[in-house]
């Protein structure tokens, strides 16, 4: 089991966020947070990836108690066996320093020092994310919003994790932009074997990526299970309606 977790609970204000989340991912195996907006499934990402703290309960990963870990290794962690991408690749990228220099700077977070290595290998992983490397040098300012995407996911694969977390990754895009990514991503998760958890309101981005799907509502799972099995026999009331209002539009 690589991510084991057990009765979260988070509030903020006295609201709920997130109210006795459990459940286990393992190696390769990718998991869908889907539900509408305010049900949750950012807070518990977030809480999940030590970005915010919880009220109680635990998550453990490959064995460690995240809990009870000291900043300094939460942040090694990220760096090295996690990666996230966010829905706005302006939070997920260094905009002050060029596109190369992004991807550069996760390989010399694990341990790569050799420049002309890094530069190589950055040009590759830019190709990889269909970015031309002779825009290596160039700010991510310079960049679309489906490139900038691009870019933060290279950025995030190239130190090869076990784990990576995804915020609405195709959120604000163009439908066709869209579409590329995430055959790009679903490439990748596949020919990296990586495990993943991705959040969405999108139940077409779920399908597509997912092998597992958990449904949210006021904080609360409400089901979960095979995606395919969720999406086409939903059975609790509300995953019903996520079904019929969106997959049959």
Not at 44 to 62: A, E, P, R
Not at 217 to 229: M, N, Y
Request: neutral net charge; charged residues 25%; contains cysteine.
């Amino acid at each position: 089991m690589l991510l084991e977790v057990k009765g979260l609970n988070k509030r903020y204000e006295g609201q709920v966020a997130c109210e006795d989340v459990s459940f286990d991912l393992w190696p390769g195996e990718v998991l869908a947070i889907v539900g509408e907006s305010g049900s949750g499934k950012t807070s518990l990402l977030k809480c999940i990836s030590t970005q915010l703290g919880f009220d109680s309960g635990t998550v453990h990963y490959k064995g460690a108690d995240l809990g009870a870990m000291g900043e300094a290794a939460k942040r090694e962690l990220m760096r090295t066996q996690w990666g996230f991408v966010h829905q706005d690749a302006r939070d997920g990228l260094r905009m002050g320093v060029s596109a190369g220099a992004n991807v550069g700077e996760r390989l010399m977070a694990v341990g790569e020092r050799h420049y002309g290595s890094i530069r190589q290998t950055a040009a590759e992983w830019m190709a990889r994310v269909e970015i031309d490397p002779a825009r290596m040098d160039e700010s991510p300012r310079q960049f679309s919003g489906g490139m900038r995407q691009r870019l933060q996911i290279a950025r995030n694969l190239v130190s090869r994790p076990q784990l990576i977390f995804m915020d609405e990754p195709t959120g604000g895009l163009d439908v066709s932009v869209q579409a590329r990514l995430l055959d790009l991503l679903r490439g990748l998760v596949r020919d990296m074997g990586l495990a993943a958890i991705v959040v969405t309101h999108d139940l077409a981005v779920a399908k597509l990526l997912s092998s597992r799907i958990m449904v949210m509502q006021k904080g609360r799972v409400v089901e979960q299970g095979l995606t395919d099995q969720v999406l086409e026999d939903p059975q609790a009331a509300y995953s019903q309606l996520l079904v019929s209002s969106v997959l049959q539009v």
